[in-house]
């Protein structure tokens, strides 16, 4: 664990009750829990499973199976992404390549090595998909595939799966409706939380997947008989899609937007592991 | 954020999904549209058949934009030997990506290349465009697959690039490409068509996308590249 993490937790456990902590503790706790590399103590196992995509027509559909792996808990922090440049300059905003981090790359940062006034415990955005693949793979992880996120997002808070929930799907919509806007960003892990441990899949910000590009809507089995492919190679029969996972529909459409290159403010990542 | 799921906003969104889905690639042919050339200040190459030292002999021509052999990887053509993208600076190329199981649509981007190359069939192998193909199935296209299908494809060595590496890096360029591919059933691959003309920097002069489309913004962007010289 990372040394000034350590050091934050056990000043804050001298403190024994949240309101004895000194300041100053509490001040250390926040910066720790920013600054310690987000990796195998700051990720959830989760467990293979089946989830169903804003496409699946339900009863008749098997759903998408994805295998087991770790999910960073929360996003990616400005004090884990600033150590990350400090660490390799060739990804500072005055180094990377225009093809590899467009014009909005950190642009928000005062300086290459200076987040500003953005605290270091905010999630990271503003950075391309490149530069998201280059700090995953330095904090020894990846980015997640977009079925991997999908399934982690689409346990709820008290069960597993909220495929045609009504209710939690509600719930995950007011948590992105009410997501702050992308200049006053909350500290992340402060948002939403599901059963899986996940947090912040919902309330915060975008996030970034390996095949955001990729994202045709073809079936990939030979069980996935519930996609209708009329819908999909001319016919337009809008009708027939399951629309009650809204959220899921608006994160598809939102990667349709995205290039490689592309560093947007309410835009950030986390690691798969 | 409140606003998108407002009563009124929801046909909209619907009628958004529509349209987004129609434009997407499913085997079958695209929409026909071709981008428009981006104008190319003239380049005179000093390449090699094979361009591998070009980068120096370069005349001081401005690219047309971010180059794209920043992305420095390894790959591997179909004569074993390994390519850095950076290799293939120093000269024009149109770059595809493809797969050589596909029976229905790549065989159309092969033909596509090839009335591209025909049109320069009298430069000489150095002073035309090199044509890449790259593959988005490593797990078959083998180094000796690529060189078999090159060879029943009369693909003249000079002139063809064909590449393979593994599925990470293949991901990596096709975003920066812009190339959109998946996996379906038995095999195949829905993947989007495109064609791209690189200038000698690596910098994306034009893209031609969709089967049998008018190529005429890429022809016209490689004419520019290749025979604007002092003769």
Redesign the interface.
Known sequence: MHPRLSLAITTALLGLTPAAFPAAAQQAVREGFATARSGEAGAVFVPAGRYYPLYSTGADSAGIAVEAFRLDVRPVTVGEFLSFLRATPAWRKDAA????AGPGYLSRWPGPLDPGAAPLDRPVTEVS??AA?AYCRWSGGRLPTTDEWEYAAQAGETTRSTFRDATANQRV?RW??G?APADALPPVGTTDQNVLGLRDLHGLVWEWT??F??????????DDRGLD?G????S?S?GT?D?SN?AA??RW?HR?SL??ATSSPGLGFRCAR | ??T??SRSTLPF??????A???G?????PDASESSTARAEAPAVSGASAHAHHSAAELEATEPAG???Y??DQAWTDQHGDTVLLSELAGRPRVVAMVYTHCTWACPRILADMKRIEAEFSDLSPERSPGFVLVSIDPARDTPERLAAFAESARLDPSRWTLLTAPDDQV??L???L?V??????GGEF?HSNLLTVLDEHGAVAARVMGLNSDPEPALQALREMTRATSE
């Not at chain 1, 390549?97 to 590899?100: F, T, V």
């Not at chain 1, 590009?213 to 030979?222: E, K, V, Y």
């Open positions: 390549a225009e093809a590899l998909w490149f693949r919509l992105l409706q997501r390996a095949d590009n990729n994202q045709m809507l073809t079936g990939a089995g030979r492919r819908l999909f190679c001319a337009g809008v899609t629309l809204y529909f608006l459409a349709t290039e490689g | 954020m409140r998108l799921t969104a619907a009628l958004a999904l529509t987004a889905l129609l997407s690639a499913c085997g079958a971010p180059s794209l920043v992305l991901l990596e096709s975003v920066l812009g959109k591919y998946r996996a379906a059933e829905s």
